[in-house]
């Protein structure tokens, strides 16, 4: 017991020894609690601190980069386009005319100091860029009245521009009108714009002042021939073609300047004379385009000319069985096969599409001459079958239709006596209708241009397109326009519905 009470009194002394040790260890005057002064500076070394040091720091350099580079590019007048279709650059195909331009071209810019437009301020003077032959000059019409009047008769109007060829002497005058395109709302009775034609404008100028082959067009008339339409004549312009009409049965000979003898779907029959005189034509090197249409009748000698150069009609109009190869709802808003060809490789490139609405198909005749050469431009789907019956009301298949597939396009060629003649054949005069040629989407005025350019030998013809400002839809076939509906409508809230329980489900399982 003595041991156990000598033991504790041990412990007892040890704490409080130990007790004493950290009493007089203890300071109050050095064991203040830390000031604010303590933790603001703590705050400076903390970790966050240092972090937001370094991301400050970072937006600093950043913002006087940026600050130095506008400075620099706005001193250096460098500009970037970033629209969608490059609305203020020159496309490739200016580009490599003008690399190729060898004489001495000054391009006048007619505009009033102040009042230039920025559009074609913009475009006009990345000519220069491009070829050293080419200067751009300001020239003020009010400081300088008759300025113009030493190279054109026109009326000049303020914001043109005149392309001269100081080598040659050839001057073509650039109409402000022209390079903007307008169209009427006949709601307000008010023009809007729809579309910038500079660059087609003044490249189409150019091209005129540096070439000497500019082709006449004849358009057949006097058989219930369709006009041209207003996008077909401004395009022709563009590429520097004459057009006339020709009256067939009241002339006994082609003109000697015919370059290309435009037929567009006629409704009457041509006399024997009138189709001697174009086989005449064609046999001495001529060139033709020939649309028909499937409801035109009794077109005995008309349809001998096409049979003549191994080309023969396919009764009644074709309708497309595969949905790939339609429009929309519409199984007579053909969608035909791009076939490779000088005329439509660029469509073929571009994966263009073309429609051929209201068509009657073409057939290679089985009598035509050794020397005819005939090759397939547009072609429908093995599914497609021509209704006999046009004024038919079921779409579907009937005994007396003619299967399919059939040619919508066809290029002939012939050589004979050193000379060799091309014809076109469409079987589908909306072709070139203004209701699918305006369509910027579509290739039916790029086809068109092309034939023209093909029969012409127009190697380094230059179609530049307009530029439209309108809101752009999307063309879609049948198909596919059937597949985004399902994806749309099907596929994706399914998909939405799925993550979303997958997520519910995981949530509550934690």
Known sequence: MSDLNENKN??????????????????????????????????????????????????????????ILNVIISQLDLKIDVTKDSKYTLTSVTKNYVKGVKDDITIYYLVQTGQENKTTKQIIEQYPQVSK????????????????????????????????????????YVDSNSMVVSQMDYQTYQSYQTGIDVEGQVTSALQYVTTDNLPVMYAVTGHGETDLSASITTALKKINVTENTLNTITTEKIPEDCSVLLINAPQKDYSADEVKMIKDYLSNGGHAIIYTDYQASSLDNFNGLLEYYGVSTVPGIVVEGDRDHYMGQYINYLVPNIETHDITSSLKTGSTYVVAPQASGLKKSDSAR?????????????????????SSTKAEKESKDIDGPFNLGLAVTEKYNDKEAKLIVYGSPVLIDESTVSVSSLGNLDLFLNTVNYVTDKKDTLSVRTVSTEQQYLNVTASKATLWSILIVGVLPILVLCSGGYVVLRRRKK
């Open 133 to 172: 032959n080419i200067k751009v000059v300001y020239k003020d019409p009010i400081l300088y009245p008759n300025f113009a009047s030493k190279y054109v008769d026109d009326k000049v109007t303020n914001n043109s521009v005149l392309v001269v060829n100081n080598t040659n002497n050839r001057v073509k």
């Open 370 to 390: 050794s020397t005819i050469e005939v090759s397939p431009l547009l072609t429908t789907s093995d599914k497609a079958y021509s209704k006999t019956d046009v």
């Open 10 to 67: 041990l412990d007892s002394e040890n704490v409080v020894v130990e007790t004493n040790e950290t009493e007089q260890n203890y300071n109050p005057e050095t064991a203040k609690t830390p000031g604010t002064m303590d933790k603001i500076k703590a705050s400076f070394t903390s970790r966050k601190f240092r972090g937001g040091a370094y991301a400050t720091a970072v937006s600093a350099v950043v913002i006087v980069i940026v600050i």
